[in-house]
């Protein structure tokens, strides 16, 4: 399928496979008011609020949803290009209108103004609180900007769904405007809406091997800077329940994974990087890429590596120049930690259960996906996607060797270049242990997370997704989508993706050079380029 069909496809299926179809009921003249539930989601660009998105704005025609996202680096609007208007695929490409229950506000969760305004123009209901700085590598070099957006941001919206979901239908009297209600009846107003703040499994700390899985009682104990403010966030909402009945119900999920989250986490991480493997310039043999493992903490140069080896400076930056370009996995610590992924319709699936059948002031884990630790999955993709097997290099090199028999019995040189062209091919597939580099670990990196989700399981969600399936649909999809879909990504597969950029590009401005294929910036990416919503400057 050529990238036009692709995205032609996608267009008329969404991510569950079903046709898009417009069918949501007319609006009235408030916009909103024939819808059953008029949904605020917050961080609607992003991976997993834009799955939502997707799957309520489609499976629900009766609902209107609206999307505030201020498109941080890590979400694109390419995630909701079904529902954008957008003139140029428009104009290449038959396509159904946008459906007209969406609305998308480019704005920051920060700003009480805005939040404020769109919940009370649109009349919200619900809130489904997604928005959030999630990167737990980032959060041990840029904590104040995850206190920022995580902690201020849930108060913020907070306040917001307070107001709008108190406030009285203002009526008029011969003084003037009344507010007829008691507290009584506020409360009782209140208890059709929701507050739904998507949390993390992290808040409860690690889980070692042995000690029982959490259930939604276990006490809080986060262990790094983004996890801490996740649960601070958690204490806010806890807060607004108790002291103003805001209906709030809060989910804490396991590892995510599946098409179009953002490359720094491991998954997609580790895809693209062995995607760039095929395109990346491999110019050693095996013996020297095993001395990429020289490659040591921060990914920075061993000091006696140079000494050791008798190479040039030059020939040690290329070699980590190739390595940071593509081909490898890079292992925080021993690679022993491990997490548990779910995949990403099923975590749609969950919260959208969660929506309708969750109970006010409970607290739901979302888990049981399937549990791998680092090093297992980096082999495990590797095998998968890039490594030659022995056995095959075996038969490679045995036929090659026959060739050359045989081209020598009959006085043929062909079989000789045939054989030489096989052993140079041989020689330059890294084996799987050569794709691995292990690099300094976190500042803290908790071992293992474990959530029992059976308060979940009885409210009637199961993951439909198996990992098998689960990985192989995100493979593909980065294999069509993964270099385009942001843009420059390429600081994104840094072995730290933020804390270190820095330290990286100082080096050698090659670094950026060594990407194996031109990777284009946001706005030459088709989707964005031809979206009027695209923000000149994207506001952090
Ligand atoms: O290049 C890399 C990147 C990551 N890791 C390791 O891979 C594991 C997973 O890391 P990552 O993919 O960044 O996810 P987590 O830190 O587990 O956090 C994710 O999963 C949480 C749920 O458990 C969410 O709350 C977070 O937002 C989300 O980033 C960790 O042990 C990392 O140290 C590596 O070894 N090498």
Not at 21 to 50: E, H, M, Q, V
Not at 429 to 444: G, S
Request: proline share 6%; with cysteine.
């Amino acid at each position: 399928m050529n990238s036009q069909d692709a995205l032609l496809n996608e267009i008329h299926n969404d991510l569950y496979g079903r046709s898009v179809i417009n069918t949501c009921p007319g609006n009235t003249s408030d916009g909103t008011a024939a819808y059953t539930k008029r949904i605020l989601l917050t961080g609607g660009a992003g991976f997993i609020g834009s799955a939502l998105v997707r799957k309520l704005v489609f499976n629900y025609p009766q609902y209107f949803v609206l999307v505030i996202d201020k498109l941080d680096y890590c979400s694109s609007l390419n995630n909701l290009h079904p529902f954008l208007p957008s003139p140029t695929l428009s104009a290449q490409l038959p396509r159904p209108p946008p459906p007209t229950n969406f609305k998308f506000i480019h704005g920051d969760i920060t700003d009480c103004e805005t939040v404020q305004t769109a919940m009370t123009a649109y009349q919200i209901d619900t809130v489904i609180h997604l928005a959030a700085q999630t990167h737990v590598d980032k959060s041990f070099g840029e904590s104040i900007e995850f206190t920022k957006n995580n902690v201020l941001g849930a108060h913020v919206m907070l306040e917001a769904a307070r107001k709008a979901f108190s406030e009285s239908p203002v009526l008029g009297s011969e003084n003037g405007v009344v507010d007829t209600e008691t507290k009584a009846d506020k409360i009782k107003r209140m208890e059709s809406k929701r507050f739904i703040y998507v949390s993390t499994d992290e808040v409860y700390g690690e889980v070692p091997f042995g000690q029982p899985d959490c259930k939604e009682d276990a006490p809080l104990a986060p262990s790094n800077p983004y996890s801490a403010t996740k649960a601070a966030a958690e204490c806010m909402v806890q807060a607004y329940h108790k002291s103003f009945h805001l209906p709030v119900i809060i989910t804490r999920s396991n590892n995510v994974y599946g098409p179009s989250q953002y490359p720094e986490k491991i998954f997609p991480k580790f895809i693209m990087s062995l995607l760039n493997a095929s395109t990346a310039t491999i110019n050693s043999n095996t013996a020297a890429m095993s001395h990429l493992n020289g490659i040591d903490t921060h990914g920075k140069l061993r000091a006696d590596f140079s000494a050791a080896n008798g190479k040039s400076k030059s020939q040690i930056r290329s070699q980590r120049r190739t390595s940071l370009a593509g081909g490898h996995c890079f292992i925080h610590g021993s690679g022993e930690h491990s997490r548990t992924y779910l995949y990403v319709t099923d975590v749609a699936d969950a919260l959208d259960v969660i929506l309708h059948r969750g109970e006010v002031g409970q607290v739901y884990n979302i888990g049981a996906g399937h549990e791998i630790n680092n090093l297992a999955f980096a082999k495990d993709l590797i095998h998968r996607m890039v490594a030659v097997p022995e056995q095959q290099q075996q038969e490679e090199e045995d036929d090659a060797e026959e060739l050359r028999a045989d081209g020598d019995r009959r006085g043929l040189s062909i079989g000789q270049h045939r054989h030489q062209e096989t052993v140079r091919h041989l020689k330059k597939c890294m084996t799987c242990a050569e794709r691995i580099v292990f690099v300094e670990d976190r500042a803290f990196n908790d071992r293992r997370y474990a959530v029992d989700a059976t308060k979940l399981l009885n409210l009637g969600w199961s993951p439909k997704v198996d990992f098998e399936d689960g990985i192989q649909k995100t493979i593909d999809w980065y294999r069509d989508y993964g270099r385009s879909w942001w843009g420059d990504i390429h600081r994104a597969l840094y072995p730290h993706s933020v804390r270190l950029s820095a330290e990286y590009d100082s080096d050698s401005a090659a670094t950026s050079t060594a990407a194996p294929s031109p990777l284009p910036s946001q706005a030459a990416s088709p989707l964005l380029a031809a979206s009027p919503l695209r923000p000149s400057s994207p506001k952090t």
